[in-house]
C-alpha cells in the first residue's frame, strides 16, 4: 500500500518529521495518522493539521510525502526499513542516522543529509547541502554505511569523518570533502573546493576537478582503475553516471594527508596548479 | 539406434557430484583476460591426478563483467570444499594474480563460500586494502602495473562432474575432427567444461591397476593396438577412441552439453558413440545417451 501525506499551508516554522517512519506510518489508522503528534517550532501538533493522507492500494509500497516539504527536517531520520519518497524539497538532517531502507528526495535537500547513517541509500535528486554523510555532532566518526547519491551540487564538508559506505556527489562539492576521511568512498564528478580531504587517513577520494592540492597529499602514480569500474558499474545500476573521461585514460593518484595516517587516496580528474 | 549412420550405444554415462567455483576473470584486453583464465585452467584434467577439473566455460562481453572490461569464465570442480578452496587460492594467487592487468571476481552466488581473496591479500603485505561494495568486498593488493583486485569470497556450489562420450572411429584424423566438433558444441553451453586439452581426451581410463600404487590405467578394452590380446570393446574396423569428458554446474548442463556433443559428433567416420559407467556403483546420475537423443528428437 501506498501512503501519501500532502502537506499544505505556508507556516515558516520548521517540523520535526522524525517521527514519520514509513514502516510506522503504513500501520496507523486514518485517525491515528491524524492524530499523531508532531513538534512545529517549539509547540505539538497533530500531523491531521499539517497534511492530508491519501491510501492507495495498488500503488506499490511506501510513504510518499508532497507539498510543502521544504520545511520538514530530520525526515526519515533512523530509519530502519521502507521506502519514503518525497516529492519536493526535504530540509536538514533527512535521512540522519538511518540503517536500512530506501529515501528518495526529487528536489533538494538541506544541511546534514544522512548524518551518521548506517546503511540503506538515500537519493537526491537535486543538491544537498553542508555536512553531508558527515559526522553529527560530538561524533568523530561521519557515516557508517551506505549510499548517499546526489544529483546536483554537495556543500562544504561532504563525508566529514566517513569511515564506510559510499557518497557520490554528481555535480561539485563544497569546500573540505572529505576532511577527516576515516575510509569509505567519495566520488565528487564535478569540482570538490578548496581543503579536499584534508585530515584524511585512510579511503578514497575521487573529484573531477581540484585547483590546488593540499602539501599533505604526495603523488602515488596512475590510478589503477579497476575499483573505480566497479563502482561505475554500480552507479550506473544505479541510475547514476560518472563522467566517462574518467575510465579513459589513467588519472593522477596522491595519497594523504600525510599530517595524519597518510594511507589515504585522493584521485583528481583535471587538477588545475 | 542410429544417428546419421553413426550407432549409439544403449547405455549411459555415469557421473557424480562435485563441488563447484565459477571465476569471472578480466583484463585490459581479451587477449590478457584468456592468457590469464587459459593459465588458471592449466594442469586441471583430471581429478584423479590433478585434485580438480577445470576449464574455460566461454568469453564475457565488457557489459557482463563486474569491472567493465573483457571477461573470461572459468569453471572449477573438485571432490570437496577444502581441495576446491585449496585450488582456487593456488590457481589464482600463482596465475591471475601475477597476470598482467587481470582482476577475478565471483562468478557463482552459494550458500558455501570460500574466502580466497581474504587470505590472498596477505601478499600485499601490509599495503592492501579493500572496498565494500553492494554487500560484496574486494581487496586492492598493490602490484607492479598498478593493482590486483580479488573478491574477496568465492562461492562453493554443487555440480556434476563425470559427464562423458566415447567416440569410436575408423580413422584417427576423422574421429578427432568430430571429436573436436564435439568439444566446441561443449563450449556453446553455459556452465559446462571439457576439461581436457580441446576437451578431447585420447587415454580412457579405468580405475586401479596391476600396479599396487597406480590408481588409474589405460582402459586396454578401448585400445585398438591392443584389440588382439585383450577382452576388447572395440568394434571390427576400429582404429581410434576419443573421450570426452563433462563437468557442469547442474546435471540438466551436463545433460545439455552431452546433447549438444552427441549431435555434433555425429558425422562421418564415426563408427559408435558410447559412454563409460561403472554399473550404477560411481553415481547417483545416470545419463542416457538414447534419452538424451529423443529428448533432442534425434
Known amino acids: 500500500m501506498r501512503l501519501t501525506l500532502t502537506f499544505v499551508g505556508s507556516d515558516p516554522l520548521p517540523v520535526d518529521a522524525r517521527a514519520l517512519r514509513p514502516a510506522r506510518l503504513l500501520k496507523l489508522s486514518r485517525a491515528d495518522l491524524a492524530r499523531q503528534s508532531v513538534m512545529v517550532g517549539g509547540r505539538t501538533v497533530r500531523l491531521g493539521e499539517l497534511c492530508r493522507a491519501d491510501r492507495q492500494a495498488s500503488a506499490g509500497d511506501g510513504v510518499v510525502l508532497a507539498g510543502a516539504t521544504a520545511r520538514l527536517s530530520g525526515l526519515g531520520a533512523g530509519m530502519d526499513g521502507g521506502r519514503l519518497l518525497i516529492d519536493g524539497d526535504a530540509g536538514d538532517s533527512a535521512g540522519a542516522g538511518m540503517s536500512a531502507g530506501e529515501i528518495e528526495i526529487l528536489g533538494s535537500a538541506g544541511d546534514c543529509l544522512g548524518l551518521g547513517m548506517q546503511g540503506g541509500q538515500m537519493r537526491v535528486r537535486g543538491s544537498a547541502g553542508d555536512w553531508c554523510g558527515a559526522a553529527a555532532p560530538g561524533q568523530r566518526s561521519g557515516m557508517g554505511g551506505g549510499t548517499i547519491l546526489v544529483g546536483g551540487d554537495a556543500g562544504r564538508e561532504a563525508g566529514a569523518g566517513m569511515r564506510r559506505g559510499l557518497i557520490c556527489v554528481g555535480g561539485d562539492a563544497g569546500e573540505c570533502a572529505g576532511v577527516r576521511l576515516l575510509a569509505g568512498t567519495l566520488l565528487i564528478a564535478g569540482k570538490a573546493g578548496a581543503g579536499a580531504g584534508l585530515g584524511m587517513r585512510r579511503g578514497s577520494l575521487v573529484v573531477g576537478r581540484l585547483e590546488r592540492l593540499l602539501p599533505g597529499f604526495l603523488p602515488a602514480g596512475p590510478a589503477d582503475d579497476v575499483w573505480l569500474r566497479i563502482y561505475v558499474r554500480h552507479l550506473e545500476n544505479l541510475g547514476m553516471r560518472l563522467p566517462k573521461a574518467w575510465l579513459k585514460a589513467a588519472m593522477p593518484r596522491f595519497t594523504g594527508d600525510s599530517l595524519e595516517l597518510g594511507k589515504g587516496e585522493l584521485i583528481v580528474h583535471d587538477l588545475s596548479e | ?298
Open chain 2, 1 to 298: 539406434m542410429r544417428v546419421r549412420g553413426v550407432l549409439i550405444d544403449d547405455t549411459f554415462a555415469e557421473a557424480f557430484p562435485m563441488w563447484a567455483s565459477r571465476l569471472v576473470v578480466t583484463a585490459d584486453t581479451p587477449r590478457l583476460a584468456l592468457q590469464a583464465a587459459g593459465g588458471a585452467v592449466g594442469l586441471a584434467t583430471s581429478i584423479i591426478g590433478c585434485g580438480c577439473e577445470a576449464g574455460l566455460e566461454g568469453s564475457l562481453a565488457r557489459a557482463a563483467t563486474p569491472d567493465g572490461r573483457p571477461g573470461q569464465v572459468v569453471l572449477l570442480f573438485s571432490y570437496s570444499p577444502e581441495k576446491l578452496e585449496e585450488h582456487l587460492f593456488l590457481r589464482i594467487g600463482q596465475v591471475i594474480l601475477p597476470s598482467a592487468t587481470s582482476a577475478c571476481f565471483n562468478g557463482l552466488q552459494a550458500g558455501k563460500t570460500a574466502k580466497v581473496g581474504g587470505k590472498l591479500r596477505y601478499f600485499a603485505d601490509g599495503f592492501q586494502s579493500s572496498k565494500l561494495l553492494d554487500g560484496r568486498r574486494y581487496w586492492r593488493l598493490p602490484v607492479a602495473d598498478g593493482e590486483f583486485v580479488v573478491e574477496e569470497s568465492f562461492g562453493l556450489g554443487q555440480g556434476v562432474g563425470g559427464g562423458n562420450l566415447i567416440l569410436i572411429g575408423e580413422r584417427r584424423l576423422a574421429l578427432l575432427e568430430a571429436a573436436e566438433a564435439a568439444a566446441e558444441a561443449v563450449r556453446g553451453v553455459r556452465g559446462a567444461i571439457a576439461p581436457f586439452p580441446g576437451g578431447v581426451c585420447r587415454s580412457p581410463s579405468k580405475p586401479g591397476s596391476r600396479y599396487k600404487n597406480v590408481r588409474a590405467s589405460t582402459n586396454e578394452a578401448f585400445c585398438p593396438t591392443l584389440h588382439s590380446r585383450v577382452a576388447t570393446q572395440l568394434p571390427p574396423g576400429a582404429g581410434a577412441v576419443y573421450e570426452l569428458v563433462i563437468d557442469g554446474l547442474s546435471e540438466e548442463v551436463v545433460r545439455q552439453a552431452m546433447g549438444a556433443a552427441l549431435l555434433a559428433a555425429c558425422r562421418p567416420g564415426v563408427l559408435r558413440i558410447s559412454a563409460g559407467n561403472y554399473g550404477g556403483k560411481l553415481g547417483p546420475y545416470h545419463l542416457y545417451l538414447h534419452k538424451i537423443l529423443k529428448e533432442l528428437g534425434a
